[in-house]
């Protein structure tokens, strides 16, 4: 019988299948592997770090210039997050022609702009998107679920069985939460899923955290705006299976 180890979750910039033109480009997903009491002193630490009358902290908290410093312990390796969590990133634009071009997605991502210009490129992926959207014409776009997969096999690799505390989530409803339990009926990875209010666990609060920063400093580098330490902070806790597209920013993930 597997050993049990539970695991913290939150994502940043979750869209469900709404991958082209919506709010955010890139998505995140956190898992963090701590005690209740350490993340409960955490949190209590970044609170005193931060002094805002907020009644629940989010990750724009630690985004704010003035809090840098709060920032940078969060993620540094003498801070509590450090060989405890990991995050798994997805840049959507590549995410989605992976999806849809399996492994001719390289090479559709790298000169799709190039052919059509990169507004008609741009117009085309938001219109196959909206085209595809909850068909089964391709495997479902939400990259939630293939996160929380990853992150089972990845925390699995030591032999243990993976429960998962997740913040309240749509897309994780019953029949999806029965499919995640269903694929791992056999090999015992995944001992349980349940949701809870994010504010009712440090744990996740923490989790909550490190997706929102995660999402925003990976967005950033996207974008040719990166910050060299934040990214150089972050780069520790990137899944390296993380779906990425954009070469110039492949540094994120260490390659």
């Not at 390289?106 to 210009?117: A, C, K, N, S």
């Not at 479902?140 to 992150?151: F, G, K, Q, S, T």
């Not at 349980?192 to 950033?220: M, Y």
Request: hydrophobic letters at 40%.
């Amino acid at each position: 019988m597997r050993p049990e180890l539970e695991i913290a979750c939150d994502e940043s910039g979750a869209e469900g299948e709404n991958l082209i033109g919506g709010v955010t480009d890139v998505f995140a997903h956190a898992g963090v592997v701590l005690d209740l009491d350490v993340a409960e002193s955490c949190v209590l630490e970044v609170r005193d770090r931060i002094r805002s009358p907020a009644s629940e902290y989010k990750a724009v908290h630690l985004l704010r210039g003035k809090h840098r410093a709060v920032l940078e312990w969060l993620l540094s390796s003498g801070g509590p997050l450090y060989g405890n969590a990991t995050v798994f990133l997805a840049e959507k634009t590549y995410y989605f022609i992976v999806k849809l071009m399996g492994d001719q997605a390289r090479t559709v991502y790298d000169e799709g702009p190039g052919i059509l210009g990169e507004e008609r490129w741009n117009s085309f992926l938001r219109s196959y998107n909206e085209l595809m959207r909850g068909t089964r014409l391709v495997p479902e776009l939400d990259p939630l679920l293939p996160a929380i997969v990853r992150l089972v096999e990845r925390w699995s690799e030591g032999g243990h069985a993976v429960s998962i505390v997740h913040d309240r989530q749509t897309a994780l409803n019953e029949e999806r939460i029965a499919w995640l339990k269903e694929i791992y009926a056999d090999s015992g990875k995944l001992a349980g899923l349940r949701l809870v209010a994010a504010r009712s666990d440090a744990r996740v609060q923490i989790a909550d955290f490190l997706a929102g920063v995660a999402r925003k400093i990976a967005s950033d580098e996207l974008n040719g705006r990166g910050d060299d330490v934040l990214t150089g902070l972050l780069r520790p806790y990137v899944d390296p299976a993380s779906i990425w597209g954009d070469l110039r920013s492949w540094g994120l993930l260490g390659r």
